[in-house]
């Protein structure tokens, strides 16, 4: 069966410092992988998505950016993080367009 | 501009106390309507995919189906451990998904 992990689980960090998520898949090959952060009384906003190794498309223009640089691997990252950064960001993952499947999230705190 | 609006935001139940959410959208050319359970502090948990008008789809309590402008997802006799916000996400082209905020459902015993 799949599983996706997300590290670390929470973060608190000052403002201006950088920032790196991971998020890894096990048990499926070459899905679409998906950022997403939930802000406190908004839905969910797609960050990037990649439906391969190297390919990252961004949804909306930001001070963060993504990597894809294994088939199961996706990460965030920032270099320099801004209060409005804050958030619960989720990796998911899917198999061409069809349902796409949670990790657990990141609880970012920027201070 | 494609919009998505659940409703209520928040609804309270006495266990047992069958009910519905909305999930209401704008769109032009739906793909697929998902239907996801969130915990508080945790992912989403998928439960359903619609992709036609007239498209039912059930598990255990729970039953989504689908129109030409909207979904409901039915709870039936609901038990506390249901209690959670349950979200609403249309997809139009590609593979972004574009969510609504999502109604808080409280069961109490």
């Known amino acids: 069966s799949q599983t996706i992990h997300q590290w670390p689980a929470t973060l608190v960090q000052p403002v201006g410092s950088p920032l790196s998520l991971e998020c890894t898949v096990e048990?499926?090959?070459?899905?679409?992988l998906y950022w997403y952060r939930q802000a406190a009384g908004r839905g969910l906003q797609l960050l990037f998505y990649?439906?391969?190794?190297?390919?990252i498309s961004s949804e909306v223009p930001q001070n963060l950016s993504a990597s894809r640089p294994q088939d199961r691997q996706f990460i965030l990252s920032s270099k320099k993080l801004l209060l409005s950064d804050s958030g619960f960001y989720l990796c998911?993952?899917?198999?061409?367009?069809?349902?796409?499947?949670f990790g657990p999230g990141t609880r970012l705190t920027v201070l | 501009e494609d919009q998505v609006t659940q409703s209520p935001e928040a609804l309270r139940l006495q266990e047992g106390e069958s009910s519905s959410l909305n999930c209401s959208y704008t769109?032009?050319?739906?793909?697929?309507l998902f239907w996801y359970r969130q915990d508080p502090g945790k992912g989403p948990e998928f439960l359903f995919t619609?992709?036609?008008a007239g498209e039912e789809k059930e598990k255990e309590r729970l039953k989504a189906t689908l129109t030409k402008k909207e979904s409901f997802l039915h709870i039936t006799a609901p038990k506390p451990e249901d209690s959670a916000t349950y979200l609403c996400?249309?997809?139009?082209?590609?593979?972004?998904?574009?969510f609504g905020k999502g109604t808080s459902l409280l069961v109490t015993p």
């Open positions: 998911a993952w899917s198999v061409a367009g069809d349902a796409q499947f």
């Open positions: 048990g499926t090959s070459n899905p679409n």
């Open positions: 990649s439906v391969g190794i190297g390919q």
């Open positions: 769109v032009s050319g739906l793909r697929g």
């Open positions: 619609l992709y036609s």
């Open positions: 996400a249309v997809q139009v082209s590609g593979y972004a998904l574009n």
